[in-house]
């Protein structure tokens, strides 16, 4: 009889841990959904969820749609077409801003560059304070020191980003093989030479797969810093709905819609042509 037929008193009998820890890790998986659920019901009962509302919310949803249709810029066409220029360089500039500022920070915040923990630590905090701040946020401070526009915007990106772009370039370059780095080293070349020939080579495709996803994020997010003053269509799609012009507003979504995917489509094309075809899913 194979261990697969008997029976199970008699295996629970003949193995007694293994059945007392499957008991014990069923208990706390059914304990922590039980706390799961509690936690959600309560968090419902605070923010005042209401199904009524929420029904409500949705038939007022289906009637500003109905407004929507059909799209309409009117005579607006050709101001939105700059406004949507305005943000994809906003995305495209504080992206690139981000990533040439944070890449010698990066340097400075991996383990295999800079070992002392004393050096490295504050740099690490450093970049997770900026990162800890949402980009809205920064979008309002650079709005509140150099003014309205897209240089506020620009100066947002770029400051968010610092911080995401530090730490992920810090552990892709904690990351990479050392047999490159000793080889340097052992043929008598300086620290700097090292990651010159040896580190960065490996490193540069990666950072440029995330620099490129960022762009793409960034478009969306340029949209929404646009809304608080920092230009481009987001600042358009907000006046168009202060002043309920719903047609218009939906051919402001439609355009950005068609960007993102426009802009998502060429980076997944260069991350593979920079990366290879290796990196690609199957479809």
Same mark, same amino acid.
Request: charged share 15%; net charge positive; glycine share 10%.
């Given at each position: 009889?194979?261990?697969?037929?008997?029976?199970?008193?008699?295996?629970?009998?003949?193995?007694?841990?293994?059945? $007392?820890?499957?008991?014990?890790?069923?208990?706390?998986?059914l304990?922590?959904? %039980?706390?799961?659920?509690?936690?959600f019901?309560?968090?419902?009962?605070?923010?005042?969820?209401?199904?009524?509302?929420?029904?409500?919310?949705f038939?007022?949803?289906?009637?500003?749609?109905?407004?929507?249709?059909?799209? #309409?810029? /009117?005579?607006?066409?050709?101001?939105?077409? &700059?406004?949507?220029?305005?943000? %994809?360089?906003?995305?495209?500039?504080?992206? %690139?801003?981000?990533?040439? +500022?944070?890449?010698?920070?990066s340097?400075?915040?991996?383990?295999?560059?800079?070992?002392?923990?004393?050096?490295?630590?504050?740099?690490?905090?450093?970049?997770d304070?900026?990162?800890? &701040?949402?980009? +809205?946020?920064?979008?309002?401070?650079?709005?509140?020191?150099?003014?309205?526009?897209?240089?506020?915007?620009v100066?947002?990106?770029?400051?968010? #980003?610092? /911080?995401?772009? /530090?730490?992920?370039?810090?552990?892709?370059?904690?990351?990479?093989? $050392?047999?490159?780095?000793?080889?340097?080293?052992?043929?008598?070349?300086?620290?700097?030479?090292?990651?010159?020939?040896?580190l960065?080579?490996?490193?540069?495709?990666?950072?440029?797969?995330?620099?490129?996803?960022?762009i793409?994020?960034?478009?969306?997010?340029?949209?929404?810093?646009?809304?608080?003053?920092?230009?481009?269509?987001?600042?358009? +799609?907000?006046e168009?709905?202060?002043?309920?012009?719903?047609?218009?507003?939906?051919? +402001?979504?439609?355009?950005?819609?068609?960007?993102?995917?426009?802009?998502?489509?060429?980076?997944?094309?260069?991350?593979?042509?920079?990366?290879?075809?290796?990196?690609?899913?199957?479809?």
């Open positions: 009889m194979t261990p697969a037929t008997r029976d199970p008193k008699e295996l629970a009998i003949q193995y007694p841990d293994l059945f $007392r820890g499957s008991h014990t890790s069923r208990i706390k998986a304990a922590v959904g %039980l706390a799961a659920i509690a936690l019901i309560f968090g419902c009962w605070y923010l005042e969820f209401s199904i009524d509302r929420l029904v409500t919310g038939r007022q949803l289906g009637w500003f749609i109905t407004l929507m249709i059909p799209p #309409d810029p /009117g005579t607006s066409f050709p101001t939105y077409l &700059v406004a949507m220029g305005e943000t %994809l360089s906003i995305a495209f500039l504080g992206t %690139l801003l981000a990533a040439v +500022l944070a890449l010698p920070v340097l400075l915040a991996a383990r295999n560059i800079i070992p002392s923990v004393f050096l490295r630590f504050p740099v690490r905090r450093f970049l304070s900026i990162r800890g &701040v949402d980009t +809205l946020i920064w979008a309002l401070v650079w709005i509140n020191v150099v003014g309205l526009g897209p240089f506020a915007g100066l947002a990106i770029a400051t968010s #980003d610092f /911080g995401a772009f /530090g730490k992920l370039f810090s552990e892709a370059i904690e990351g990479a093989d $050392r047999k490159q780095v000793e080889g340097i080293r052992a043929a008598g070349g300086s620290k700097l030479q090292e990651i010159r020939f040896g960065m080579p490996q490193v540069l495709p990666v950072l440029a797969g995330q620099i490129l996803y960022f793409e994020s960034n478009t969306r997010s340029a949209t929404i810093i646009g809304i608080v003053g920092a230009g481009g269509i987001g600042l358009q +799609l907000a168009q709905i202060r002043v309920l012009e719903w047609q218009k507003v939906s051919t +402001l979504i439609l355009m950005i819609l068609a960007a993102v995917a426009v802009i998502d489509l060429i980076s997944s094309r260069l991350r593979f042509a920079i990366i290879g075809r290796a990196g690609e899913a199957p479809h």
